[in-house]
């Protein structure tokens, strides 16, 4: 059973520029969650989805950012016009429904030069 | 406002001894608490998890034990092993629909062998 995928692992995008990360989640699960872990510090949420729905994006910042979960495909997160306090790493977790456990990707570093 | 608290940035133990990392936490809402274990360049891995209905869950060498009235919990690894040498995160989540995972900033433990 394979874990939850991110691509790329790693992205290095100039300011202004766009980034798009993926994230396939565990197979059975239906309820994706989008983390950012700055520097030297935890991680942080930033937007629950299921299929076509956002549940909480109370952690996303209100410009620039955006995530979607279509019916088919990946989660999609989305940084326009990236600046260099965007640079982190981003990771996807995944759970299966009811279920409190979530289960990580390994992570997509975005680089902004 | 830094809900959930890991206030020992690092920890190193001998081999064969007992780890202990400690959490607190302010939310009294928090009803569902998570260790997660970090390598360099991966994604968090699920280790154990406790809800507030318990005071202690056990896993082969982890256990978890949760202090309600202090709004404390801790992650004991017996014996330690050098390849449990990792940042360990203590998460938190609310019940109902709000899943996300509130984090703490982690503790470096190293593992001496």
Same mark, same amino acid.
């Given at each position: 059973n394979a874990g939850v995928m991110q691509n790329p692992r790693h992205l290095v995008r100039r300011r202004g520029q766009e980034a798009r990360l993926?994230?396939?989640?565990?197979? %059975?699960?239906?309820?994706?969650?989008?983390? /950012?872990?700055?520097?030297? =510090? %935890?991680?942080?949420?930033?937007?629950? *989805?299921?299929?076509?729905?956002?549940?909480? $994006?109370? &952690?996303?910042?209100?410009? /620039?950012?955006?995530? =979607?979960?279509?019916? $088919? &495909?990946?989660?999609? *997160?989305?940084?326009?016009?990236v600046v260099r306090g965007d640079s982190a790493a981003y990771f996807c977790a995944s759970s299966p429904g009811l279920e409190r456990e979530q289960y990580f990707g390994p992570g997509t570093r975005l680089t902004v030069t | 406002d830094q809900q959930v608290k890991q206030n020992s940035p690092s920890l190193s133990v001998q081999e064969g001894r007992i780890s202990i990392l400690n959490c607190d936490y302010t939310n009294s809402m928090f009803d569902y608490f998570l260790w997660y274990k970090k390598y360099p360049a991966e994604g968090p891995t699920f280790l154990i998890s406790i809800s507030s209905i318990k005071d202690k869950n056990e896993d082969g060498r982890f256990t978890v034990f949760l202090n309600k009235s202090a709004k404390h919990l801790s992650l004991h690894i017996v014996p330690s092993q050098p390849g449990d040498s990792a940042v360990y995160f203590c998460a938190a989540t609310l019940s109902g629909s709000a899943r996300q995972l509130t984090f703490g900033s982690g503790t470096q433990l190293t593992v001496l062998p």
């Amino acid at each position: 059973n394979a874990g939850v995928m991110q691509n790329p692992r790693h992205l290095v995008r100039r300011r202004g520029q766009e980034a798009r990360l993926r994230c396939s989640p565990m197979k %059975g699960h239906s309820h994706v969650y989008w983390y /950012r872990q700055l520097p030297e =510090e %935890g991680l942080k949420f930033m937007v629950y *989805l299921q299929k076509e729905n956002i549940i909480d $994006e109370s &952690g996303m910042p209100k410009e /620039r950012f955006s995530a =979607e979960f279509p019916k $088919e &495909g990946p989660s999609i *997160l989305r940084i326009q016009q990236v600046v260099r306090g965007d640079s982190a790493a981003y990771f996807c977790a995944s759970s299966p429904g009811l279920e409190r456990e979530q289960y990580f990707g390994p992570g997509t570093r975005l680089t902004v030069t | 406002d830094q809900q959930v608290k890991q206030n020992s940035p690092s920890l190193s133990v001998q081999e064969g001894r007992i780890s202990i990392l400690n959490c607190d936490y302010t939310n009294s809402m928090f009803d569902y608490f998570l260790w997660y274990k970090k390598y360099p360049a991966e994604g968090p891995t699920f280790l154990i998890s406790i809800s507030s209905i318990k005071d202690k869950n056990e896993d082969g060498r982890f256990t978890v034990f949760l202090n309600k009235s202090a709004k404390h919990l801790s992650l004991h690894i017996v014996p330690s092993q050098p390849g449990d040498s990792a940042v360990y995160f203590c998460a938190a989540t609310l019940s109902g629909s709000a899943r996300q995972l509130t984090f703490g900033s982690g503790t470096q433990l190293t593992v001496l062998p």
